[in-house]
């Protein structure tokens, strides 16, 4: 690959020194709310269950309360995670303070937020399979909110132009225009960065780049998470696979990924989460 980046500027004297700057923790997670119940969820009742088929999407409603678990049914597979507030589409998973607020991978514990303003809880991950896997020795972890969902834009921008209908974007946005009977168009709109349910990735340590490998999901791993609030979902089954070789194409194996939305004994009487407390008067 080509170096597009000018060659450095020359070292000052106490680079060292400036480089030996311990980091701090930009946002420490102390103050908020320790999770609670967590660990494998029994359903206490009927299961829905949807599928993902491969290279394409599939939408879930979950209430209040409820455990989500999606599970690898088939062979490795990588899903890409949307949610949104049910009554209101404009409140969607925020990636980004996920990320600031957790890391860049999220396992048992961690909360999945909603944007700004709202920036409330969405949902509690309260099992994950793969938590054993840690941060391997590549900087690579599982389950990440870095990665932005492969689209087709960028693959018409790297592939000269090239057109692909099953990138992760475009299934999530047939997803959501289907269930919440919408235009492709307004659908797009509401399509955002996403968690990366199984996906294995990092940064690399010399240019900072962003990596993926072969996910270490296999045949009955799951990842739970419990909504806070009422919520719409769409996982796309990324034309990936695993995403061991390439982001989009036809060729790569590629398998269904299983959606099951039930109660638990925790959910009757569940109290959804608040709006931001802030009052959004920004000074005036």
């Not at 925790?266 to 989460?273: E, L, M, N, Q």
Request: proline share 9%.
């Amino acid at each position: 690959m080509p170096n597009r980046r000018p060659k450095a500027s020359p070292a000052p004297a106490d680079a060292a020194a400036r480089r030996a700057i311990p980091p701090v923790v930009c946002y420490p997670p102390d103050t908020l709310p320790e999770p609670t119940n967590l660990g494998p969820a029994t359903p206490t009742g009927p299961v829905t269950r949807v599928l993902a088929a491969p290279r394409d999407a599939a939408s879930f409603h979950a209430r209040a309360g409820q455990t989500i678990r999606i599970t690898s049914v088939e062979g490795p597979q990588v899903g890409d995670l949307n949610l949104w507030n049910a009554h209101d589409l404009t409140e969607r998973f925020f990636s980004g303070k996920t990320r600031a607020l957790h890391g860049t991978h999220v396992t048992t514990g961690d909360t999945l937020w909603s944007n700004l303003p709202d920036l409330r809880p969405m949902a509690t991950v309260t099992h994950d399979s793969l938590d054993w896997y840690g941060i391997d020795t590549f900087g690579g972890a599982v389950h990440d909110v870095i990665g932005t969902r492969c689209d087709p834009y960028t693959h018409a921008l790297l592939s000269e132009g090239g057109q692909y209908h099953h990138c992760c974007h475009s299934n999530l946005t047939r997803a959501l225009a289907d269930a919440a009977d919408i235009s492709l168009h307004e659908a797009e709109g509401h399509v955002h960065d996403v968690l990366n349910v199984f996906m294995c990735t990092g940064f690399t340590r010399d240019t900072g780049q962003y990596f993926m490998k072969a996910s270490p999901v296999r045949p009955g791993d799951c990842f739970e998470f419990r909504a806070e609030i009422d919520l719409l979902g769409a996982l796309s089954a990324c034309p990936g696979g695993d995403c061991g070789a390439e982001h989009s194409s036809d060729v790569t194996p590629c398998y269904p990924l299983q959606v099951e939305v039930f109660d638990t004994v925790h959910t009757a009487g569940h109290t959804p989460s608040s709006a931001n407390p802030y009052d959004r008067t920004h000074g005036r």
